[in-house]
T-cell receptor, first 114, second 113 residues
Framework: NAGVTQTPKFQVLKTGQSMTLQCAQD?????MYWYRQDPGMGLRLIYY???????DKGEVPNGYNVSRLNKREFSLRLESAAPSQTSVYFC?????????????FGNGTRLTVT | QKEVEQNSGPLSVPEGAIASLNCTYS??????FFWYRQYSGKSPELIMF????GDKEDGRFTAQLNKASQYVSLLIRDSQPSDSATYLC?????????????FGKGTTLSVSS
């Protein structure tokens, strides 16, 4: 009963390095999301994928790219990490986008960029 | 920009009291609203959702929605120290790209024993 699985759990990068955060869900959900959470800022939407084959920008997309690899997997890539991207990243999924579909969250990835 | 607004708190209540958490939203087209609880260092977990005007009760929790005033609230009755957490309000908002769940900044609740 895994739900939403994120890897890695922790990561430290140097400025300018690249990395990909992985997310997979086993609930057969159509929609997947990437949020970042910073102290005092709540959860801010980076990118989302309403269905397999589509991706859309959220509130704070600059500096990130995403790939909806298949229905289960949605990855987030930082091409050239910056200290401003130090944050906790949450992946989430829902059966649909909208209506009464709640989000189910992964356990988060804590990223530090030095 | 379409938003979901919450008072960041902290909101402090004694054990056994009613805690009242409030949220406003800017998009009159929003239809459904969610309350999540987040303990420090953990991921958000769903408490309840509401999409009809009025009250919805689930155990000690009651969500209230007033679409005319664009206002959502969460009442926690008989508050316990274990309720101490950050409470996040969220709404599906429609933007140019589509529909996505947007969160407020959260209200920190502290229940003292």
């Amino acid at each position: 009963n895994a739900g939403v699985t994120q890897t890695p759990k922790f990561q430290v990068l140097k400025t300018g390095q690249s990395m990909t955060l992985q997310c997979a869900q086993d609930m057969n959900h159509n929609s997947m999301y990437w949020y970042r959470q910073d102290p005092g800022m709540g959860l801010r939407l980076i990118y989302y994928s309403a269905s397999e084959g589509t991706t859309d920008k959220g509130e704070v997309p600059n500096g990130y790219n995403v790939s909806r690899l298949n229905k289960r997997e949605f990855s987030l890539r930082l091409e050239s990490a910056a200290p401003s991207q130090t944050s906790v990243y949450f992946c989430a999924s829902s059966s649909l986008t909208g209506g009464d579909s709640p989000l189910h969250f992964g356990n988060g990835t804590r990223l530090t960029v030095t | 920009q379409k938003e979901v607004e919450q008072n960041s708190g902290p909101l402090s209540v004694p054990e056994g009291a009613i805690a009242s958490l409030n949220c406003t939203y800017s998009d009159r087209g929003s239809q459904s609203f969610f309350w999540y609880r987040q303990y420090s260092g953990k991921s958000p977990e769903l408490i309840m959702f509401i999409y009809s005007n009025g009250d919805k009760e689930d155990g000690r929790f009651t969500a209230q929605l007033n679409k005319a005033s664009q206002y959502v609230s969460l009442l926690i009755r008989d508050s316990q120290p274990s309720d101490s957490a950050t409470y996040l309000c969220a709404a599906y908002l429609v933007n140019q790209a589509g529909t996505a769940l947007i969160f407020g900044k959260g209200t920190t609740l502290s229940v003292s024993s």
